[in-house]
């Protein structure tokens, strides 16, 4: 679908706001005010909303056009009770802040087919300033001022007629139940034309300027605020160990991939070689029908590392479970978060975490963020150092968008041309992909090095590496960038993701791991559900909640043999 282009639109605004600015303008009803305020955001902040509507439900037909009328009627009563339940006191700042919500959503709508549901509002209040800055551009800023600002400084110049509280009450609610009473007739005469919205097109209504983000934000403050207190529950109980302490100490590599998807992986049957590292590698089992648990990092990283699967998991209760790393921490070994991203959503918040996104590093750090081989920098003097049980997470910036060839180091551009800037409206379908591409290319250099730090301490430690991506990406598929799509209606690139293991031959000795078999089970489903139990199997842990079906590598494992020379 052809997204629309703003600056035609902002301008006939800005040419409106112009010839309003340099004088008051009285209004002598609230209710006037708050209706004008809605007819504007409902032409020209919710385009995205009118094209995705006509394309699902437009027909040459009167019903159809009258089903649209009753829309535009319904919209225009939601936006005015928005504004309407405001003290009029608080009318104009209100109506400013909502100019601007509604201008940088129109904006990720229209350009990257972002829906501001409660999911997309979590990673906007979960965001960092390095991400923040990845969005920004030249449209943006320019989007911004223009629907944003000009007009949230021009209500300014209102001046709103001073009322009784009492007659404010009366106005407003005749002029409601007016509204309200013509909006229900509309609906009930186009009743056929609602009933097929609501059914299979409902997601649309997240497109909604400014009602959406504002909704979606109330449902998650209070849901959050809802579920914010209570002791925390311990998953599954008591861990225990199924052998007994080694004297080589066990080491496993947690990577959380970032917005890395299945579909341009090399090891997925991916045309183009952006695995050139890791399709070389011995004892690596890529998993190549793996799912996510969301389709964006604030749901998916704590889902992933919770014991509920996707169906039970409730991002509002998780912050009341211990999780994967809490087992780990119980049972002795030694936990560390290492972080090139924006956190770890409340996962790591009892084990010592690293952060690598703010350090100072002319190679790794160029301009303001870093490359993810800056978290290894110390690896090898750590493993050299090991004496216990232990589990390094890496959460990796990867391949997070839009700007990602700003992911990778130019050594490894490998498909030119690439898009180099954020606006991807800008750049060819195959730019944004060769860019995309790059930043597969690099994780799988990283991962190489990983592997390969592991392998150099053989004589030490045994190890076993797991990587999974917390989601996928859209590329311009349908019209839609980024992430973040309701889970039900998200194109499968956002959903299908890699996942892959690797063990040393020391591991797979320790652990009687048939490899072949493992081998065999990678082409079965994989999802995120399975990381839990998976990981605890690999470091020989058990609780209440382990399940051998979720442990990709239980059916695998059979009696240890003998390490030759003990």
């Not at 944003?148 to 509280?165: D, N, Q």
């Not at 889970?487 to 797979?508: M, N």
Request: glycine share 6%.
């Amino acid at each position: 679908m052809k997204s629309v282009e703003f600056p035609s639109v902002s301008h006939m605004f800005y040419a409106w706001i112009r010839r309003k600015a340099g004088a008051r303008i009285r209004c002598d009803s609230d209710v006037r005010f708050a209706v004008w305020l809605a007819v504007l955001w409902l032409a020209f902040y919710n385009v995205r909303f009118w094209e995705l509507l006509a394309h699902a439900m437009w027909h040459p037909t009167l019903s159809s056009a009258l089903f649209f009328v009753s829309i535009a009627t319904v919209l225009v009563t939601a936006h005015s009770l928005l504004m309407l339940l405001v003290p009029q006191r608080l009318l104009r700042p209100v109506a400013t802040v909502l100019f601007i919500v509604a201008a940088a959503s129109a904006y990720f709508a229209s350009s990257y087919g972002a829906l501001m549901n409660r999911d997309m509002m979590r990673n906007v209040f979960e965001t960092d300033a390095a991400e923040v800055s990845g969005l920004l551009n030249a449209d943006f800023l320019t989007h911004l001022l223009v629907l944003g600002v000009l007009p949230g400084l021009l209500v300014w110049r209102v001046v709103l007629r001073k009322r009784t509280w009492t007659q404010q009450l009366r106005e407003r609610g005749l002029f409601l139940a007016a509204a309200l009473a013509l909006s229900i007739a509309g609906v009930f005469a186009t009743s056929a034309h609602y009933a097929v919205f609501l059914r299979e097109y409902k997601s649309i209504r997240y497109t909604i300027m400014p009602a959406a983000p504002t909704v979606s934000s109330l449902a998650l403050l209070t849901g959050s605020a809802k579920h914010r207190r209570g002791p925390m529950i311990q998953a599954g109980g008591p861990v225990t160990r199924t052998r007994a302490v080694n004297s080589r100490p066990l080491v496993i590599f947690l990577v959380v991939g970032e917005t890395a998807r299945a579909a341009n992986f090399q090891l997925g049957g991916y045309v183009r070689a952006t695995n050139p590292e890791l399709s070389t590698i011995d004892g690596l089992n890529y998993f190549s029908h793996a799912t996510s648990c969301g389709t964006a990092t604030a749901l998916s990283v704590p889902c992933m590392f919770s014991h509920l699967s996707r169906e039970q998991f409730d991002i509002d209760e998780a912050g009341h479970y211990t999780n994967l790393l809490d087992t780990f921490r119980d049972a002795g070994f030694d936990v560390e978060w290492r972080d090139n991203n924006a956190g770890c959503k409340g996962v790591c918040a009892r084990v010592r975490q690293v952060n690598y996104s703010d350090r100072s590093d002319a190679a790794l750090c160029p301009n303001g963020y870093c490359f993810d081989e800056v978290m290894l920098t110390d690896l090898d003097a750590k493993l050299h150092d090991l004496d216990r049980d232990t589990l390094i997470v890496f959460h990796q910036i990867g391949s997070h968008g839009p700007a990602y060839a700003e992911r990778y180091p130019a050594q490894f551009e490998r498909f030119r041309p690439a898009c180099r800037t954020n606006e991807l409206q800008h750049c060819t379908a195959q730019e944004v992909v060769n860019a995309y591409d790059n930043s597969i290319v690099y994780t799988d250099h990283v991962l190489a090095q990983q592997i390969a730090a592991l392998r150099a301490a053989d004589d030490r430690i045994d190890s076993v590496l797991i990587y999974l991506s917390d989601h996928g990406e859209s590329l311009g598929e349908q019209g839609v960038y980024l992430h973040g799509l309701p889970y039900r209606f998200a194109p499968r690139q956002q959903k299908e993701v890699p996942f892959l293991i690797w063990t040393s031959s020391g591991y797979a000795l320790r652990a009687g791991l048939d490899r072949n078999c493992l081998q065999r089970r990678t082409q079965q489903p994989a999802s995120q559900d399975n990381l839990y139990h998976t990981a605890m199997g690999a470091g020989e842990l058990r609780n209440e909640v382990y399940d051998t079906r979720l442990d990709v590598m239980a059916g695998c494992r059979t009696a240890p043999r003998a390490r030759k020379g003990a």
